[in-house]
């Protein structure tokens, strides 16, 4: 656990589609280190070990690591070889799905293939009815024979879900026993997801199958290479969780990474003085978004590569637009960006390791917005001739219109980035305003290796006043890593009427506690920093979605309260169902600290740089450049301007204004026109 009294360094480990992220915090002096490192796709092991070589504070050695590669796995359909095992009659559940339309109107959609082939879909004879009661003794002489099939095609890994199971899981317990005495490597999803929704707990069990071999073999290289580091990797929901509990279940971390820029962005917000935020982290491949009112808003309704999974995950969307992201040309000859993206290999045009295609951060370049001999701290220098080239080349396939005073690069480069600011710009108004919340009454806070050349002008068309980005902002997500509770979510489904007594429906949650309490003494929580939260998943009679209430005597009154918070309306005489009881167990850590320094001088001439011409608006203007690392609290910076920082850059538009807080975070005062 993270104690600062006690000597020892933190390290928090984030792999990005271009950059992987370090964060070190040394509790001798307290000091906070970052750095980065280019990400090696086919080996992602490689750049945290490139990475940790480097990292020269002695002292134990404690690492948070979001990882990629469950998340990968699935994306690009490489996870194990997975075999199914359910109930006789019910081998075709992924395939049926729920039959909904992601495009209604679409004559011929496309469908996903599911992760198990129907022909390594078992079927069992059993039978489980809804109250639990055994109506079909389970056959267990046909294990002998699947058995054998998963031997003879080398399945690596298997999902078994019976039909209530989440009731009785007598019967999938005796079939996930007879797998493992073979040495199979099994998920049960009574042990992973014992909620009911056949579908969603199927494909959730599958997901989990199919990405944690994989998991399981990058962990063991790491921990066999890092030994003995206490390493913990941080959940989809936020939480970190130890590697031997995570091996196993690696459904719960397909979505870290992003979960750890929320949670940093939240313990900065928290220190600046804000708690309603809209998060944007836009690294190299992706862009992140998240609100944030206070808590972190969890949910266990997600999708990924077309599949549901039902554990809790942070409520995010993404979409695919990052400083990486290619520029194309579609069947009308228009110009389009993403989501393609260069990725770490070959990167850019301007990283000069072979790149011949326009991305993101080559528009910058064109630009003027990202300078040549400033990009991470002077480490890497940006080939703009070479972007100059791609982008010539590439300009001769479309048609562009004149613009007075740019030419076809810049032109071009300009409205690439127009282009991805409407993919993010999307992406914040489906968090916020599709939702209720108006993106005005929050702080966008910016972080990611490519957000802050992008944070002003998305703030501007959504009416946000205001942008936070921290010195940190280009590994905030490891950052994250660190500040991260030890969380541990526990579900049972009860489907309970409303005159149940509240005592009954507290009781179902006993089991729940005390598998939290004994969790967390296993991941070494102490009794004063354990938090237990009883939570219950109600609806009205007749709905087929439930809400998520806090479990105490009032929980009606506040599901009425949250109802018309959501939709609009409730219904406080109507009948209601409770469905599950949820319990969440949280051991509590205290991020590394970060230091307030008093406000100085408003006068940031002592971090000037110098002059450069930059594209701003439709024309080009000689814009002041700073140093990043030379701002400090109380400095005042007028647009248009270029912050340069070690590891990211940050451009100010004609009317923006910046003031360094007593955190050295960048407070920007939003203009209201286009700079």
């Known amino acids: 656990m993270l104690v600062h009294n006690q000597p020892g360094v933190w390290i928090g480990i984030d792999i990005g589609g271009t950059f992987t992220d370090f964060v070190i915090y040394a509790s001798s002096d307290q000091s906070l280190k970052r750095g980065k490192i280019l990400t090696t796709p086919l080996d992602p092991a490689e750049a945290v070990l490139q990475g940790l070589a480097k990292i020269s504070e002695s002292g134990s050695r404690h690492m948070v690591h979001g990882s990629t590669v469950a998340t990968n796995a699935i994306l690009e359909r490489k996870g194990a070889r997975t075999g199914l095992i359910t109930t006789k009659g019910f081998r075709d559940v992924l395939l049926i799905g729920r039959q909904n339309r992601p495009v209604l109107y679409d004559l011929f959609p496309s469908i996903p293939s599911p992760l198990v082939p129907r022909e390594w879909c078992f079927e069992v004879t059993e039978r489980v009815d809804y109250e639990g009661n055994i109506v079909t003794p389970l056959q267990e002489e046909e294990l002998d024979e699947i058995i054998e099939t998963i031997k003879k095609q080398h399945i690596q890994s298997v999902a078994v879900c019976l039909l209530f199971s989440f009731v009785n899981p007598t019967h999938e317990q005796r079939v996930t026993q007879r797998l493992r005495e073979e040495g199979v490597f099994v998920t049960a999803s009574s042990e992973i997801l014992p909620e009911f929704r056949e579908y969603e707990r199927t494909s959730t069990t599958v997901v989990n199958a199919y990405v944690s071999p994989v998991l399981d073999t990058y962990l063991g290289q790491l921990e066999r290479e890092m030994a003995p580091t206490e390493f913990h990797i941080l959940q989809s929901n936020g939480g970190r969780l130890s590697v031997a509990q995570a091996r196993g279940h690696g459904v719960r971390s397909i979505l870290s990474g992003p979960a750890g820029g929320v949670v940093g962005a939240r313990y900065i917000a928290g220190l600046a003085g804000f ?51 290619l520029a194309t040309v579609d069947a009308g000859g228009n110009l389009r960006v993403g989501p393609q993206s260069a990725g770490a290999d070959p990167g850019p045009v301007a990283y000069g390791r072979g790149g011949r295609i326009p ?5 910058h370049v064109i630009l003027g917005r990202l300078p040549l001999d400033g990009f991470l701290g002077g480490q890497m220098t940006l080939d703009v001739e070479a972007a100059q080239q791609a982008f010539d080349e590439f300009s001769s396939q479309l048609a562009l219109p004149s613009s007075p005073g740019l030419d076809m690069r810049q032109r071009l480069a300009l409205g690439m980035i127009q282009i991805s600011n409407a993919h ?49 902002a280009a590994t905030l997500s490891a950052l994250g890593m660190l500040a991260a509770d030890v969380q541990l979510d526990y579900v049972h489904t009860v489907m309970l009427p409303d005159d149940t007594p509240f005592e009954q429906l507290e009781s179902h949650t006993t089991a729940l506690v005390q598998q939290g309490e004994d969790d967390l003494r296993r991941e070494g929580v102490a009794p004063e920093q354990a938090v237990i939260i009883r939570t219950v998943d109600v609806r009205y009679v007749g709905q087929s979605f439930e809400l998520q209430v806090p479990l105490n005597s009032q929980f009606r009154q506040e599901f009425d309260r949250m109802h018309q918070e959501a939709y609009g309306y409730c219904q406080p005489g109507a009948p209601i169902e409770m469905v599950n009881v949820r319990v969440r167990a949280i051991g509590q850590v205290t991020p590394p600290p970060i230091s307030r320094q008093p406000l100085g001088s408003s006068d940031p001439s002592s971090a000037k740089w110098e002059k450069r011409p930059v594209v701003v608006g439709q024309g080009i203007q000689s814009v002041p450049h700073y140093w990043g690392n030379r701002l400090r609290p109380g400095h005042h910076v007028p647009g248009p301007a270029i912050l340069v920082l070690d590891d990211t850059t940050v451009y100010l538009g004609p009317d923006d204004q910046a003031t360094i807080d007593a955190y050295s975070n960048i407070l920007i005062d939003v203009g209201a026109t286009n700079g």
């Open 359 to 363: 991305t993101v951060t080559d528009a």
């Open 275 to 325: 708690n309603r935020i809209l998060t944007f982290d836009m690294g190299g491949t992706s862009t992140d978004v998240s609100l944030v009112h206070e808590e972190i808003h969890v949910t266990s309704e997600a999708e990924i590569a077309g599949c549901p999974i039902r554990v809790p995950v942070i409520d995010m969307h993404t979409v695919g637009a990052g400083g990486g992201s």
């Open 424 to 472: 993010m710009e999307r992406a914040l108004r489906v968090i916020s305003v599709e939702r209720g919340e108006d993106p005005r009454e929050t702080v966008l806070v910016s972080f990611g290796g490519a957000g802050g050349l992008h944070a002003c002008d998305l703030a501007r068309v959504l009416g946000i006043p205001h942008v936070l980005i921290s010195p940190m």
